[in-house]
């Protein structure tokens, strides 16, 4: 009988929550595995001896064969499972066109955003520390930069990026913009047309996106919940 | 009739260096456009409007079909063209574990052997200065640690990567590693797998990579040729 793909994902990061959304709404079964990224959990025991040696989230375990890098985890579920052709559909060469921006995603959007969370974000977090307001600083002018570029090189007068149907692009896409926006960055500020694109793609995606999205919210604040905490009782000894 | 691809490129720059072997080698029609990057061709006129909104090498047009990006470049040629099996193998999921080990170049090699080809080679060039000491000393370390997680990550003691059939990520990789190697930096010391995976793969491919290697560093050292007589020049004045 064949097993269902084991995925390892923490909502915090955005490729699992695209993946997630994929997974789900391509219905492929497949049994879900939380990892903690701030517990470390990624760095150590059976994650990272037996399931990821690359020590990175999101991963998979397909009968036996292990697959890190969420990129080359889309592209193996498109090969292997039944995912709906319009995800990565090979009409009008819109396959070529996914992997050009999933490229560009990776050494542009990608690093942006990452940046700006881990500044804004993570590592505040995990140092127990306010943000640098001087590090900040420069994420948000790369951060300006890059979504300058992606609504200028990517988006049109067309719903989704690559037309009348929303594709994988579109999922990664959105799902990196969360990372900023939802800790309080205003993506939107005269970018009409990617507001536009923001909104077509989440109602496109309905209850798949809202329930992860959901769980992402819901984690960044009970971190900081048990942040402001944690200096509320720093303070007080 | 089918129109050959249109390739355009710089062979200072890796991945079109590796798509170009990939073309050679796999028989498919092209007209090689050399566009010169240091001049600055690839950020203005036809180049920039006509062929590639990126104003990034390498670049594709295909039958009018402008593409950018090396790693979705070589993904369609592998759909849309001829190109043999083995660079891309379906065969105990290979090319998942191509795809797996393109997207950790991209993030990772890529990164510290262009931070340190810029570093050592270009900015100075460009700027007819020498090298920035403490610059290419942080390059260096990033260097040597991306080295020794290629080695112990994806090299084994198979032949190649994917056992004993070459692949485009044994082609990517080597092209990527030239570039550090190709202005002196020592990539084989304390690294016998390296040296020896790095000699299998050049012999397997070849008059294809001694070809397009020589005119890399045929470029290379004219381009020093003319910066020492410029530096020569500047000091005479």
């Known amino acids: 009988m064949t097993q269902p793909v084991k995925f390892y994902f923490d909502f915090l990061n955005q490729s699992s929550r695209s ?3 994929l997974l789900e709404a391509s219905k492929i079964p497949f049994e879900a595995i939380p990892i903690s990224m ?3 959990e990624h760095l150590t025991g059976e994650f990272r001896d ?7 989230l999101p991963a998979i375990t397909d009968q036996g064969y292990q697959l890190s ?15 709906p052709e319009h995800w990565y559909p090979h009409r009008y060469l819109g ?4 992997d ?5 995603q990776q050494s542009n959007m990608a690093v942006a955003c990452t940046d700006y969370f881990q500044q804004k974000w993570l590592v505040p977090y995990l140092q127990k520390t306010r ?3 001087s590090a900040v600083n420069v994420a948000s002018k790369q951060l ?8 200028e090189l990517f988006l049109n007068s067309r719903k989704f990026m690559l037309g009348d149907n929303i594709s994988y692009a579109d999922l990664s896409a959105i799902c990196e913009i969360d990372q900023p926006k939802c800790i309080g960055f205003n993506a939107f500020k005269n970018r009409n047309k990617l507001a536009r694109w923001y909104d077509m793609v989440r109602e496109e995606l309905g209850p798949y996106y809202k329930n992860v999205h959901k769980e992402f919210e819901s984690k960044l604040k009970l971190n900081n919940g048990q942040q402001q905490l944690g200096e509320a009782h720093a303070l007080k000894q």
Do not use: C, M, Q
């Not at 399931?51 to 990175?56: G, L, P, Q």
């Not at 050009?100 to 560009?104: D, G, Q, T, V």
């Not at 300006?144 to 609504?151: I, P, Q, S, V, Y």
């Open 19 to 21: 993946l997630y959304i």
């Open 131 to 133: 943000p640098s307001d």
């Open 69 to 83: 890098e969420s990129v080359a985890i889309f592209r193996h579920l498109a090969r292997e499972k039944l995912v």
């Open 95 to 98: 396959r070529s066109r996914i």
């Open 144 to 151: 300006e930069h890059t979504l300058n570029d992606f609504e």
């Open 50 to 56: 037996k399931v990821n040696r690359f020590r990175k």
């Open 100 to 104: 050009e921006f999933l490229a560009w």
């Open 38 to 40: 701030v517990k470390g």
